[in-house]
């Protein structure tokens, strides 16, 4: 800076900067807020989206995504598991993790839950994996009839054994079972996750059965160098239809090759449309600035006329102006980096469960982010206004008075209010119909019991016989009311599927529309709590083998397929493509329920419908209680233990905190958004009353002038209102076109946005109307108290 500016420059711009305070800290506020921000979603669009396993070869680790023909995620099969394994030539490797929580028992009898992992031996290869002691896996730990081994985290090593360098070789009980000690990971070893012990997984069945891994596996892969995952993906499809026509089967399987720290697809679309909510908030907050500066660097023309006229060249004139630009840039980008790094601190804290990969530390490539906005919003904000008020001599100023130039401001200015008007309505517009959208994810479902219903996830179930079994030992728990189990609990949100009503006389059948359907166990919907509303709930004669297809559907089902009608004794059924063998049945609609979550936050799917399985994996157990739901926690984990000492019970919680974190990260991300608009908001009405009050503060004289002639208080105030409300209208129009087309992109989000609606763009406007005719208002009436003969004698 020092190259480009003087120090007596610097010091002048600060001393300048801080004779205008109330002024200054508006405009370093503004900045600042705009920089933190937008530093914020930057960093967390570069770290969930653009980021790499943090070793080397971690770039080319993929994740193995696998797509049912309706697009909905289902396990890798073994038989393609092993193709792959052998057949693949884009891929280096082929492998599986999981993560999960173990039972440890201590020589004590003491019994601790510890978070692990399953590997592959195989893997451990590719990792920088140094052992302390003992020895990492090797391939034949994951052989068939292999002794059973474990690695520990050096924190367990130390917690528990006092870090006993004698440990290696030593058994301890995981699961129920021995388990000989093979080594010591260091802390710093957190693959796949920062688990404490990491058992092998064999590569026969992954810890699953003959068809299926165990559930909660993940199957990855390391691409060869140079090869793309494009080309990984390509190549697998072609193995994977291979084996679809081997099997004969006639629907599609379809595997993604994705970096291994993206989750989907779809998750670089929503960040970048988060990170372009962010950056057009930083564009209200810069167009306010830009008004404030502008109107701040016009007022002072007769200062820059003297500087002129005293022999100041226009390039000094206008570098000092943007000096001072730059230095509330430099001040606002300090506060705003320093602002991001803490609140992102206070988000990787608040929040469990993180990526090991995920560190929110602010990188260079954002660094230089902020460094770039800083000028760039300097340059708009100093610079080009600075050029403007400078385009003309100066001098010229000093012998046409104080009150110069109104009506090249005035036409600058009637821009930067339009522009500034449009970009808040439709904006805040935006901000606010989100901020309402994440807001729904988190309300109460009204149907649900509060405090009366436990829930956890049943980790390793092998069978329903074994899930039978759990529930039974549920429900034989004293006051428990009802017990079952599910696919998915309320708010977790069972996937839709294509869903037709029977037509009944010369009804058209109509097309098939989506439906969450929800397959549930038998006692499921008492255990949450449903009441039939009309017909009644499934009952133990629907889960007998060949008996007949029935469902339960929710109010909202009603509403939306069948128009309110009564639909007991209907039929609906799944339209998707299948073999005719496999073709869905009818099922008679036999009791509707009120809503209970399926699929909160998005009116359009709340409709849907419960069928009975019997056969299928049901992971979720519900019981309900006449009691505290958490006074069951202990019993409930000696039952299972009773069934079989390997399964987990994990995520247990009431029914209301299902799906807490989500909720918890959905409600943060509302409340920021409307904070956000709240103060973009707030700006625009500062930034819209200083820059119309400026404005007709410059129109004295012209006011003097008028009432010199005859002019009534009506009719002036008339003429100076006029213009700025018909400013004030241009804004809001395109500003509430803009507002409705901007929230028409929730397509691109991966939530549901209500329908656009006027009434937001139209309180938006009002109150920044509002503001703005008193802008008007104030410095008119007090020109008009003024004589005319001292109008014409002000600035």
Not at 228 to 234: D, G, I, N, V, Y
Request: glycine content about 10%; hydrophobic content about 50%; proline content about 6%.
């Amino acid at each position: 800076m020092t190259r480009l500016f003087s120090i007596g420059e610097v010091r002048l711009g600060l001393r300048l900067i801080a004779k205008q305070p109330i002024l200054s800290a508006t405009i370093i506020l503004a900045l600042a807020t705009g920089i933190c921000v937008a530093t914020m979603g930057f960093t967390l669009r570069d770290e969930l989206v653009n980021s790499r396993l943090p070793f080397a070869g971690g770039e080319r680790f993929t994740r193995l995504i696998v797509l049912d023909h309706d697009g909905s995620r289902v396990a890798l099969d073994l038989a393609r598991y092993h193709l792959f394994l052998e057949r693949s030539s884009t891929l280096e490797h082929v492998g599986a993790v999981g993560a999960r929580p173990f039972t440890f028992t201590h020589g004590n009898g003491e019994v601790e839950s510890v978070h692990g992992a399953f590997i592959t031996p195989r893997t451990m290869r590719l990792l920088p994996a140094s052992p302390i002691t003992g020895r990492t896996l090797i391939p034949a730990d994951g052989e068939a009839g292999a002794e059973r081994v474990v690695l520990i985290r050096e924190s367990l090593w130390k917690r528990r054994y006092n870090a006993d360098p004698n440990l290696a070789g030593r058994q301890i009980e995981i699961g129920g079972l021995p388990r000989t000690v093979v080594g010591i990971m260091p802390d710093t070893f957190e693959f796949p996750a920062s688990g404490e012990l990491w058992l092998p997984l064999d590569d026969l069945t992954l810890g699953g059965n003959a068809q299926v891994a165990a559930e909660g596996v993940r199957v990855f892969g390391v691409v060869k160098p140079g090869v793309t995952f494009e080309a990984a993906t390509s190549e697998l499809n072609e193995l994977s239809r291979q084996a679809s026509v081997a099997e004969g089967l006639n629907r599609e399987v379809r595997v993604q090759a994705r970096p291994y720290t993206a989750d989907s697809n779809q998750a670089d679309v929503a960040m970048s449309a988060l990170v372009f909510v962010l950056v057009m908030l930083l564009l209200v907050v810069a167009s306010n600035v830009a008004t404030l500066v502008f109107a701040r660097t016009w007022s002072r023309a007769p200062e820059l006329a003297v500087r002129s006229a005293l022999g100041a060249a226009r390039s000094r004139v206008v570098g000092q102006l943007f000096l001072e630009s730059l230095l509330l840039g430099a001040i606002a980008a300090a506060l705003g980096l320093g602002g991001a790094q803490a609140a992102l601190r206070y988000i990787k804290g608040s929040f469990e469960g993180w990526p090991f990969w995920v560190t929110l530390d602010p990188n260079p490539r954002i660094m230089a982010f902020v460094v770039f906005l800083t000028v760039l919003v300097s340059a708009v904000s100093g610079l080009l206004p600075a050029l403007r008020v400078t385009r003309h001599d100066l001098r010229n100023t000093l012998h046409a008075g104080r009150g110069f130039a109104v009506g090249g401001f005035g036409r600058v200015g009637a821009v930067l209010l339009v522009v500034e008007i449009a970009l808040s309505v439709a904006l805040l517009n935006g901000a606010v119909t989100m901020a309402g959208a994440f807001e729904s994810f988190v309300d109460e479902i009204p149907a649900l019991p509060q405090r009366q219903v436990l829930t956890a996830h049943i980790g390793r179930i092998t069978s329903p016989e074994m899930r039978d079994r759990v529930v039974e030992a549920a429900a034989a728990l004293p006051g428990v009311v009802a017990a079952g189990a599910g696919q998915k609990l309320p708010r977790l949100y069972p996937p839709p599927r294509p869903t037709v009503v029977e037509p009944i006389g010369d009804e058209p059948l109509r097309a098939a529309q989506p439906a969450p359907t929800h397959a549930v166990g038998n006692g499921f919907l008492e255990a949450i709590g449903a009441r039939p509303l009309a017909g009644r709930l499934l009952t133990a004669t629907d889960f007998i083998e060949g008996a007949a297809p029935v469902a339960v559907v929710n109010e909202p089902f009603v509403q939306k397929f069948l128009g309110g009608r009564n639909p007991i004794g209907r039929r609906i059924r799944v339209e998707e493509a299948r073999a005719a063998a496999e073709e869905e049945p009818w099922r008679e609609i036999v009791g509707v329920v009120p809503d209970l979550g399926l699929s909160v936050g998005d009116p359009a799917l709340a409709g849907g419908f419960y069928t009975p399985v019997r056969d299928e994996m049901l992971y979720y157990l519900a019981i309900r209680t006449s009691a505290d739901p958490m006074t069951l926690v202990a019993p409930l984990r000696a039952a299972v233990a009773n069934v079989n000492p390997d399964l987990q019970l994990e995520e247990i919680r009431p029914l209301e905190d299902a799906g807490w974190e989500e909720r918890v990260f959905l409600a943060g991300v509302a409340s920021a958004l409307t904070a956000m608009g709240g103060m973009a908001l707030l700006l625009s009405i500062v930034g819209i009353y200083a820059l119309l009050s400026f404005m007709v503060t410059r129109r004295t004289r012209e006011i003097g002038i008028r009432v010199a002639l005859g002019a009534t208080n009506r009719q002036v105030l008339f003429s100076i209102t006029g213009g700025a409300l018909v400013y004030l209208a241009a804004g809001g129009v395109l500003g509430s076109a803009l507002g409705i087309a901007f929230v028409q992109m929730r397509s691109m989000i991966l939530i549901s946005i209500p329908e656009p609606g006027i009434w937001m763009p139209l309180t938006i406007f009002l109150t920044l109307a509002i503001a703005g005719a008193t802008a008007c208002w104030l410095p008119a009436r007090r020109a008009m108290r003024i004589r005319p003969a001292e109008a014409l004698n002000s600035d």
